[in-house]
């Protein structure tokens, strides 16, 4: 009997979708000084319009920390002697660099809060040196590999086949990132204008714009939304639904992303940032100016931006080694 791999991926996305996360509830005793701050300086990030991806990492990272200072009640009492003894823990538990220097980096941004307060003169965490981290340039699909991805119909694999040529459309035809994916509202998209109203890191919002491709997928999708509603009864205003008629979650846009990328043939380790990264490079390439890039990512910083000419120049070296005759 054949697999129905649309039946397979639905299936297993509803499963996703009603997974829950559980927690015990922790028996009650006084919270210590440390424990009281830590948790204050985790709601002021919120206050400053933090990421909520920033929030998440932090609170897990500090969380980590409160637990191997465990009952600790002054602050003087932690010394960078005692935050290094932390990251050599986590390097026994198998994090990686990239987990330890972000960890690093909470334990820094926590310490500058305290000293504003007041709550401590020093900052020990800035006695420790940051990981040393390898600099490896991701890998970007080209845009004959990109091609492959819309060309025809979805694959069987797409449990939704309009909502995932639409994801697919919008992450990469636009350079969004999964969160904000996910946080498009029908009412953000303005199609006369042919731009979309998108909400980025620390609550700042940038309109995109999007092209025909992107216009044509809206129209395959927005009616199949549509009938999805009434077949569940109920109402969003969540562009992209999960197959329960709610808003879909990055969790579910990554596997989704790399489910039907596979399926394509392009590697496995293709995630949704890496239609970003192509959607930056590929504008590259065919000569856009990198101010303008910069815009239409949402990155504060230029040099953020400027990585991406790293990665142009690598794919021009690699060009110029196959194919010009002195090349070698």
Same mark, same amino acid.
């Given at each position: 009997?054949?697999?129905?791999?649309?039946?397979?991926?639905?299936?297993?996305?509803?499963?996703?979708?009603?997974?829950?996360?559980?927690?015990?509830?922790?028996?009650?005793?006084?919270?210590?000084?440390?424990?009281?701050?830590?948790?204050?300086?985790?709601?002021?990030?919120?206050?400053?319009?933090?990421?909520?991806?920033?929030?998440?990492?932090?609170?897990?990272?500090?969380?980590?920390?409160?637990?191997?200072?465990?009952?600790?009640?002054?602050?003087?009492?932690?010394?960078?002697?005692?935050?290094?003894?932390?990251?050599?823990?986590?390097?026994?538990?198998?994090?990686?660099?990239?987990?330890? *220097?972000?960890?690093?980096? *909470?334990? %820094?941004?926590?310490?500058?809060?305290?000293?504003?307060?007041?709550?401590?003169?020093?900052?020990?965490? *800035?006695?420790?040196?940051?990981?040393?981290?390898?600099?490896?340039?991701?890998?970007?699909?080209?845009?004959?590999?990109?091609?492959?991805?819309?060309?025809?119909?979805?694959?069987?694999?797409?449990?939704?086949?309009?909502?995932?040529?639409?994801?697919?459309?919008?992450?990469?035809?636009?350079?969004?990132?999964?969160?904000?994916?996910?946080?498009?509202?029908?009412?953000?998209?303005?199609?006369?204008?042919?731009?979309?109203?998108? %909400?980025?890191?620390?609550?700042?919002?940038?309109?995109?714009?999007?092209?025909?491709?992107?216009?044509?997928?809206?129209?395959?999708?927005?009616?199949? %939304?549509?009938?999805?509603?009434?077949?569940?009864?109920?109402?969003?205003?969540?562009?992209?639904?999960?197959?329960?008629?709610?808003?879909?979650?990055?969790?579910?846009?990554?596997?989704?992303?790399?489910?039907? *990328?596979?399926?394509?043939?392009?590697?496995?380790?293709?995630?949704?940032?890496?239609?970003?990264?192509?959607?930056?490079?590929?504008?590259?390439?065919?000569?856009?100016?990198?101010?303008?890039?910069?815009?239409?990512?949402?990155?504060?910083?230029?040099?953020?931006?400027? %990585?991406?000419?790293?990665?142009?120049?690598?794919?021009?070296?690699?060009?110029?080694?196959?194919?010009?005759?002195?090349?070698?």
């Amino acid at each position: 009997m054949p697999i129905d791999f649309r039946k397979l991926a639905r299936d297993q996305e509803r499963a996703e979708e009603q997974s829950r996360e559980c927690s015990g509830a922790a028996p009650d005793r006084e919270r210590t000084k440390v424990e009281q701050d830590i948790d204050d300086f985790l709601r002021s990030l919120g206050e400053r319009n933090a990421s909520r991806n920033t929030v998440l990492a932090y609170t897990k990272d500090l969380r980590g920390f409160v637990e191997y200072v465990s009952g600790e009640t002054d602050w003087a009492n932690i010394d960078h002697v005692r935050i290094r003894g932390f990251l050599s823990h986590l390097y026994e538990r198998g994090l990686s660099k990239t987990s330890v *220097a972000r960890t690093l980096a *909470a334990l %820094r941004s926590l310490y500058r809060w305290l000293a504003r307060e007041g709550v401590v003169e020093q900052n020990p965490a *800035a006695l420790v040196s940051t990981p040393r981290l390898p600099k490896k340039l991701p890998r970007v699909p080209t845009i004959e590999e990109m091609s492959t991805v819309f060309d025809g119909a979805m694959p069987d694999e797409a449990a939704f086949p309009e909502r995932e040529r639409l994801m697919f459309e919008l992450l990469y035809g636009c350079g969004i990132r999964s969160s904000e994916l996910i946080g498009i509202n029908l009412d953000d998209i303005r199609s006369a204008n042919g731009i979309i109203l998108i %909400r980025g890191k620390g609550k700042k919002q940038r309109y995109v714009p999007f092209g025909d491709a992107v216009k044509s997928a809206l129209s395959e999708y927005l009616p199949a %939304r549509q009938k999805l509603l009434a077949e569940k009864r109920t109402s969003s205003r969540a562009l992209l639904l999960n197959l329960r008629g709610s808003r879909l979650t990055t969790r579910s846009v990554g596997r989704i992303v790399k489910q039907i *990328a596979v399926a394509r043939g392009l590697s496995p380790d293709v995630h949704p940032h890496t239609l970003r990264h192509a959607f930056g490079t590929h504008l590259l390439e065919e000569g856009a100016d990198l101010r303008a890039i910069q815009e239409l990512l949402g990155h504060e910083r230029l040099s953020t931006t400027q %990585r991406y000419t790293q990665l142009t120049m690598k794919h021009v070296l690699e060009v110029y080694d196959k194919t010009h005759p002195r090349a070698t």
